[in-house]
Structure formats: structure tokens, C-alpha cells
């Protein structure tokens, strides 16, 4: 049997083209994969909360309480010393939200990281500097740090500070119910 022979340019094409769709299929198949293996992620983190307390600068009593439901808690409090331009840097009263699934595996992963279960209860060694409070729940277990941002290791205050700057990227609404937190630093007048 003779099959009919196509012109040479005529393969190429032909070739290019399964080529191009096998390469399609490849990048297709790359990113749902990718995709599903986030999807998948389990999370020992059950919820965090990070709240911060005055300073001798221009600092903010915040509070913010994330868990595996998504949902979203932040209390903005005053500012101590504010300056003009942290204005429109501040959330004040109470803000409710739910974060996307990719952040809160990020900060899971971030936390994993640190290696936030051997952390030290305390980082507390100067006063001039603000304090934070960080209580995570995991696998019916609770890690509680009281600290004050300078005593911390580099990577642990980047982490720390990533949670409580979270809100940025949170689609918020303000509410007029006050709402309660485990964390107690950001009602502290005290430093």
C-alpha cells in the first residue's frame, strides 16, 4: 500500500505543529499540576494571631487573627507619635475578611520555615522597640511569643512582620462589633 507523500514543506508544517501542540500540552499539564499540589497542601496551622503594642515612635496597635477557614479578623488601634505620612498607611476600628487559600499556605509555609515550634516563648532584651505577640495553633497544640521586634532573628521579624502587614492584601470591611482576640499587647497602654 502506497500512502501519499507530501511536499517536504508541507511536512515541516505538520511537524511544527505537533510540536507546538505537544509543548502546549506539556505547559498545560505543568500548571494544573503545580496548581493541584497547592490545592492540596495540608496545613498543620489551624490559626494565627499577631498583635503589636505601642513603641517610642510611630507605631500602631494592631491585631490580626487568620485561621484554615480563611477568615479574616484585624483591629487597627491608635498611633503613638504618628507622623504624617504613616496616615494613610493605618486601618482603624475593626475589619473583617477572608484571605485567598495561596496566602495563607504561604504564611503557613513561611512559619514552617522559621521553624516556629522550637521558637523561644520570649525575645524581650531592650525596651525601645515595639512589641508583638504571636500565638499559632497547630495540631491541638499552641506556641504563645511575647517579644519585642529588635530581639528577634532577622527571619523570624521579617515572618512576623509579614503577618502583621497582611492586610494589605486582604479585600477588608469594616464592622461595628468589636471583636476579641486571644492576643492581649495591642489593649496595653504599657511598652
Known sequence: MNLPTLPFTA????????ITLCLCFACYREK?????LIQLRQNEITKIEVATGNCFGPCQRIAISIDSTLAYKS???????QTPPDRDRILEGYYVGRISRTLWDALNVNLEKIHYQQLRTSYKHVDDDQSVEVIIHYQGKVKHIKAKFACMPDSVHRVFYSIAESYRQVNLKLVKDTILFETSIQRTLLF
Open 11 to 18: 511536512n515541516m508544517l505538520l511537524f511544527a505543529a505537533l
Open 75 to 81: 483591629y487597627g488601634g491608635p498611633v503613638s507619635f
Open 32 to 36: 494544573h499540576r503545580k496548581h493541584d
